[in-house]
């Protein structure tokens, strides 16, 4: 059972338009969510983050909003440019009785995110 | 800084063959742990380490064994391969000082069992 899914495998945009990468999650206990981006051959690296008592977190061109009541997040990207061509992976994570996840994250399938010049 | 050094990159195993994928972290966090990533399952939680001398089993964890004897290294057995393990793996760390959600990945192993 998928507890965080991605149902879009891909996304094709226009440089310089808006992408909005979907992410929709079963588990209500989940207290922290997590954007990842991955170029091939690379790991994943850590992109942006909310807590799950927010319902926005802006960092310059990349926005995460969450709407709890519907178990769904999604990632803003504006302006997109052709270097953002990328597959993203939402995660979610839940803390333990003492406030910690340990680092484990519970990953969607990912969008391939493709930006055309 | 080398931050997650995972060797090797790409390995070929025949069915049975036993091997050991190396992950090694320079920026002594506390949290580590091995994913692997397979074609529309993003990526799933095999085992994970919270300091020296600790591990647990994460969402996958069944022919895969883990110890971690130094807070820099965590290395990853299979113990006899099959053709289900054929996947990417990613090692990856994290630290309480930072986020301990916030993971650092090597760069995988790509891995072929045959």
């Known amino acids: 059972d998928q507890q965080v899914k991605q149902n879009s495998p891909s996304l094709s945009v226009q440089e310089g338009r808006i992408s909005i990468l979907n992410c929709d999650y079963t588990?209500?206990?989940?207290?922290?969510f997590l954007w990842y981006k991955k170029y091939p051959a690379e790991g994943p690296t850590f992109l942006i983050s909310?807590?799950?008592?927010?319902d926005k977190n802006e960092d310059g061109r990349f926005t995460v909003f969450l709407n709890k009541s519907a178990k769904h997040l999604s990632l803003h990207i504006v302006p997109s440019q052709p270097g953002d061509s990328a597959v993203y992976f939402c995660?979610?994570?839940?803390?333990?009785?003492?406030?910690?996840?340990?680092?484990?994250?519970?990953f969607g399938q990912g969008t391939i995110l493709t930006v055309h010049p | 800084n080398a931050g997650v050094t995972q060797t090797p990159k790409f390995q070929v195993l025949k069915t049975g063959q036993s091997m050991t994928l190396q992950c090694a972290q320079d920026?002594?966090?506390?949290?580590m742990s091995w994913y692997r990533q397979d074609p529309g399952m993003g990526l799933r939680l095999i085992h994970y380490?919270?300091?020296?001398?600790?591990?647990d089993q994460g969402e996958v964890p069944n022919g895969y064994n883990v110890s971690r004897s130094t807070t820099e290294d965590f290395p990853l057995r299979l113990l006899s391969a099959a053709p289900s393990q054929t996947s990417v793996y990613f090692c990856?760390?994290?630290?309480?000082?930072?986020?301990?959600?916030?993971?650092?990945f090597g760069s995988g192993t790509q891995l072929s069992v045959l």
């Open positions: 990856a760390s994290s630290s309480t000082q930072i986020s301990n959600e916030k993971l650092f």
């Open positions: 920026m002594n966090h506390e949290y």
């Open positions: 995660a979610a994570t839940l803390a333990n009785a003492g406030g910690t996840s340990y680092g484990k994250l519970t």
């Open positions: 588990n209500s206990m989940f207290d922290y």
């Open positions: 380490s919270v300091g020296a001398g600790i591990t």
């Open positions: 909310i807590s799950s008592i927010k």
